[in-house]
Antibody
Framework: QVQLQQWGAGLLKPSETLSLTCAVYGGSFSGYSWTWIRQPPGKGLEWIGEINHSGSTNYNPSLKSRVTISLDTSRNQFSLKLSSMTAADTAVYYC??????????????WGQGTLVTVSS | SSELTQDPAVSVPLGQTVSITCQGDSLRGYYASWYQQKPGQAPVLVIY???NRPSGIPDRFSGSTSGNTASLTITGAQAEDEADYYCNSRDSSDNPVLFGGGTKVTVL
């Protein structure tokens, strides 16, 4: 049973860069795609972006200019960087595993979530 | 741009059946997946593909699709089913992953 454990700074000042890491335990790392999703307080889920096993990325167009997702296959980890943070980026950030077999695509395992607050 | 539309809230008497819908053009090319989220917890996958349940998800949860509308049905709703439910699908537009706005299910 795959488990995802995530960590990173929970309090940032405006203009700083968010950095989160997600470690994958108990399952295969290569051969899958991995994603980051966020949820502002009291609101719905927003997809941030994903990375596949070879390092190719897709990003939400609304965040693309500020997002970088990367892989560390030696550690079975992947990371999120989101630059120029503002209060609007305050949210719980989740990592998840992607299963993509057209015409189905879904997220079958999730991290525990990290609350990130942006405040001066 | 593409989007997925869900009703904001529905209620269901204990033991009765409720269906939640999700509308969007992306559903003509991709199956929806459905996630249950309880307060303070990460989302949990409950339905994926044509009508598949991950291990551990009760069989009272089922899914279907017709045209551009996907549905999640809870047959015999239990108190523990009270939660927010989100639909999700891939898309062929410049934003390849879509989420619906979520439906809050209240079990009366």
């Amino acid at each position: 049973q795959v488990q995802l454990q995530q960590w990173g700074a929970g309090l940032l000042k405006p203009s700083e860069t968010l950095s989160l890491t997600c470690a994958v335990y108990g399952g295969s790392f290569s051969g899958y795609s991995w994603t980051w999703i966020r949820q502002p307080p009291g609101k719905g889920l927003e997809w941030i972006g994903e990375i596949n096993h070879s390092g190719s990325t897709n990003y939400n167009p609304s965040l693309k200019s500020r997002v970088t997702i990367s892989l560390d296959t030696s550690r079975n980890q992947f990371s999120l960087k989101l630059s120029s943070m503002t209060a609007a980026d305050t949210a719980v950030y989740y990592c998840a595993r992607v299963i993509l077999q057209r015409p189905k695509g879904y997220f079958d395992s999730w991290g525990q979530g990290t609350l990130v607050t942006v405040s001066s | 741009s593409s989007e997925l539309t869900q009703d904001p809230a529905v209620s269901v008497p204990l033991g009765q059946t409720v269906s939640i819908t999700c509308q969007g053009d992306s559903l003509r090319g991709y199956y929806a997946s459905w996630y249950q989220q309880k307060p303070g917890q990460a989302p949990v996958l409950v339905i994926y593909g044509k009508n598949n349940r991950p291990s551990g998800i009760p069989d009272r949860f089922s899914g279907s699709t017709s045209g551009n509308t996907a549905s999640l049905t809870i047959t015999g709703a239990q108190a523990e089913d009270e939660a927010d439910y989100y639909c999700n699908s891939r898309d062929s537009s410049d934003n390849p992953v879509l989420f619906g706005g979520g439906t809050k299910v209240t079990v009366l």
